[in-house]
T-cell receptor, first 111, second 118 residues
Framework: GQQVMQIPQYQHVQEGEDFTTYCNSSTTLSNIQWYKQRPGGHPVFLIQLVKSGEVKKQKRLTFQFGEAKKNSSLHITATQTTDVGTYFCAVRGNQGGKLIFGQGTELSVKP | GAVVSQHPSWVICKSGTSVKIECRSLDFQATTMFWYRQFPKQSLMLMATSNEGSKATYEQGVEKDKFLINHASLTLSTLTVTSAHPEDSSFYIC??????????????FGQGTRLTVV
C-alpha cells in the first residue's frame, strides 16, 4: 500500500523562526492531506492537495505538492507558540477512504 | 464541521480485563468508521475499518479476536480491547466519514481514548 516518509521527526525553533516539514513517497500520490495534533489532542484537518505543483496558503502556512506528486511540504513562516504540536501528512487510500499517516514532525517553539 | 464523540476519554483497567470504547457521529451518519492506535511520540496507525452492518476489515498484524469491532448503527461503532495487557496501553482514536457527502475530503476524529492497563 501507499506509504509516506516524513522528516524531520522533531524541530525546535525560536519564536519567529520559520519551520518546514517534508513528506516523500516512492509512488505517485493521488492526494495528500495535512493534519495538526496538539499535545494530548486529536488530529485536526488543515488542507488537502490533489494537483501537481499545487500551492495553497493559510495565513502563515504554505502547503506544496510536488510536480511529480511524490512529495509535499508544509512551511510555517514566523512561528508562534500557538503553532506547537505534531504535524502529519496523510494519504487517503482508494479503498474505503482510509488514511495512512506519515511519521509526523513534532514542532516545539521557544518563546 | 462534523462532530465525532469518543467515550471514555481515558480509562485505567487491570490486566486481563476488557475495555469498550465508543465512537459516535453526532450530527451525521457514517457507514464507515476507522480505528487508529497511537503510541507516545509515534504516528497514528490504522487498526481497522468498521463497516456498518458488516464485519470490520483489519489491517495486517492486528488481532481481530483481541480488538473486537461492532458497527451496529450508522452513528455508533465500538472497539473492545479484550483481555487487555500493559502493552495494549495506548491512545485509541476513531474517525468517521459522512455518507451524505461522499466527496468530503477531511477526516473527522474523536477526542481519543487513553487506555492504561496496569
Amino acid at each position: 500500500g501507499q506509504q509516506v516518509m516524513q522528516i524531520p521527526q522533531y524541530q525546535h525553533v525560536q519564536e519567529g523562526e520559520d519551520f518546514t516539514t517534508y513528506c516523500n513517497s516512492s509512488t505517485t500520490l493521488s492526494n495528500i492531506q495535512w493534519y495538526k495534533q496538539r499535545p494530548g489532542g486529536h488530529p485536526v484537518f488543515l488542507i488537502q492537495l490533489v494537483k501537481s505543483g499545487e500551492v495553497k496558503k493559510q495565513k502563515r502556512l504554505t502547503f506544496q505538492f510536488g510536480e511529480a506528486k511524490k512529495n509535499s511540504s508544509l512551511h510555517i513562516t514566523a512561528t508562534q507558540t500557538t503553532d506547537v504540536g505534531t504535524y502529519f501528512c496523510a494519504v487517503r487510500g482508494n479503498q474505503g477512504g482510509k488514511l495512512i499517516f506519515g511519521q509526523g514532525t513534532e514542532l516545539s517553539v521557544k518563546p | 464541521g462534523a462532530v465525532v464523540s469518543q467515550h471514555p476519554s481515558w480509562v485505567i483497567c487491570k490486566s486481563g480485563t476488557s475495555v469498550k470504547i465508543e465512537c459516535r457521529s453526532l450530527d451525521f451518519q457514517a457507514t464507515t468508521m476507522f480505528w487508529y492506535r497511537q503510541f507516545p511520540k509515534q504516528s497514528l496507525m490504522l487498526m481497522a475499518t468498521s463497516n456498518e452492518g458488516s464485519k470490520a476489515t483489519y489491517e495486517q498484524g492486528v488481532e481481530k479476536d483481541k480488538f473486537l469491532i461492532n458497527h451496529a448503527s450508522l452513528t455508533l461503532s465500538t472497539l473492545t480491547v479484550t483481555s487487555a495487557h500493559p502493552e495494549d496501553s495506548s491512545f485509541y482514536i476513531c474517525s468517521a466519514r459522512d455518507i451524505e457527502v461522499a466527496s468530503i475530503t477531511e477526516a473527522f476524529f474523536g477526542q481519543g481514548t487513553r487506555l492504561t492497563v496496569v
